[in-house]
Nanobody, 126 residues
């Protein structure tokens, strides 16, 4: 059984930074592809970032490219999402997700990830 536990959300002013963390229980990080998604009220859950172990590839949504950075701490089985230059439109519940590293489809979609965390709220005030 895989469990994901997110932390690090909060309230921040526009232009500020937050770092989200996701601890993975039940699987080693190296056996998973990891993703971050977010969902604002009344909107669909959308892709934010992901990395796979195949070539160490990272992916970012265009809306966060250059501002957000995904990283991993293998020793702590933890994935981080560093979010800089935050904007009010970044306000959402952020979810960590884990999936098979050899998935044949796209990591941009929720269907790639069978395991999800409970989410952490990020609120950016203007």
């Amino acid at each position: 059984q895989v469990q994901l536990v997110e932390s690090g959300g909060g309230l921040v002013q526009a232009g500020g930074s937050l770092r989200l963390s996701c601890v993975v229980f039940g699987r080693t990080l190296s056996s998973q592809a990891m993703g971050w998604f977010r969902q604002a009220p009344g909107k669909e859950r959308e892709f934010v970032s992901a990395f796979t172990w195949s070539g160490g590839t990272t992916y970012y949504a265009d809306s966060v490219k250059g501002r957000f950075t995904i990283s991993r701490d293998n020793a702590k089985n933890t994935v981080h999402l560093q979010m800089n230059s935050l904007k009010p439109e970044d306000t959402a519940v952020y979810y960590c997700a884990a999936g098979p590293k050899d998935y044949s489809g796209s990591y941009y979609y929720t269907t790639a990830y069978p395991y999800w965390g409970q989410g952490t709220q990020v609120t950016v005030s203007s």
